[in-house]
């Protein structure tokens, strides 16, 4: 971006107090997590119930989870709490990573960023609520329903809290790709069309992702796979929607839409 693009304040303002403020919107988003942390923490017990419920409803009568460790009941729930804070925080976190670009933008950047950061946001707790309510029971059920007679289904709580953060991180970030999609046409590095030859290299490339993102069952690869498919095809609907409508360089013409 040219240096004519920027404000005048922007212009002016010398490395050393670009890092003091960056510096300082960091210490706000730390400060903003501590506090969400600070009013969550006398709830570990109960945020960790409520977590566990999609595996605890499988379990075999009689049977509960289990802590190996001797610190786990403690530690389990504490890291529960601060990961939870940390999500909850993302719209903070956000808000400060935007005032410290914004200056730098164009005012037509700054009419699509917004929108795309309000899209990010949702869309990250979209996949994580996607995860936990619909990924978790089917998968709890089926792991239930085939572990081998004899065996004792009694899972960890610590194994347990690692399992899901994963599975919530992959969810949340695989539903952010129409934003990239989006944001890869409008930059000008992919074309609509492009894209759309793509489809079959995608669809292969989402099973991969899952593949690696998740645990290795078929069944968490595959949840995660094909939500990722169709969101790349919301990415390349609204990329051309609004191509064509502000005249973009990468618009196609309407009969490719």
């Known amino acids: 971006m040219s ?27 730390l400060l903003v ?3 969400i942390f600070i009013a969550l923490m006398p709830f570990a017990q109960d945020l960790y119930t409520w977590v566990s419920a999609p595996l605890r409803a499988y379990l075999p009568e009689g049977a509960t989870m289990i802590a190996t460790g001797v610190a786990s009941p403690f530690l389990a ?9 940390l999500f909850l925080a ?4 956000l808000h400060q990573v935007w005032g410290f670009i914004a200056p730098g933008l164009y005012q037509s950047e ?3 960023a917004i929108p795309l950061l309000i899209s990010s946001i949702l869309l990250f707790y979209i996949g994580m609520a996607f995860a936990f309510y619909v990924v978790f029971p089917i998968m709890f059920g089926f792991f239930a329903s085939v572990t081998p007679d004899g065996v004792a289904m009694m899972t960890d709580i610590g194994q347990y809290l690692d399992f899901i953060l994963t599975l919530f991180f992959a969810f949340g970030v695989a539903f952010e790709v129409p934003v990239a999609t989006f944001l890869m046409v409008w930059i000008g ?18 099973f991969v992702v ?12 595959t949840l995660l796979a094909i939500p990722m498919w169709m969101l790349f095809e919301v990415g390349i609907f609204a990329a051309a929607l609004v191509c ?4 973009h360089p990468q618009n196609l013409p309407s009969e490719h839409l």
Do not use: N, W
Request: proline content about 8%.
């Open 77 to 85: 729930p504490f890291k529960l709490t601060l990961m939870l804070s």
């Open 244 to 247: 064509r409508s502000a005249k």
């Open 110 to 112: 700054k009419r699509i």
């Open 90 to 93: 993302v719209p903070v976190i």
């Open 189 to 206: 590095i992919l074309d609509l069309q492009t894209l759309r030859d793509s489809r079959p290299y995608v669809i292969v490339g989402c």
């Open 33 to 35: 997590i501590l506090l």
């Open 3 to 29: 240096i004519s693009s920027k404000s005048e304040h922007d212009q002016e303002m010398p490395l050393v107090a670009h890092l003091v403020e960056l510096r300082s919107r960091i210490l706000r988003a």
């Open 210 to 221: 899952g593949m690696l993102l998740t645990p290795p069952d078929v069944f968490s690869q």
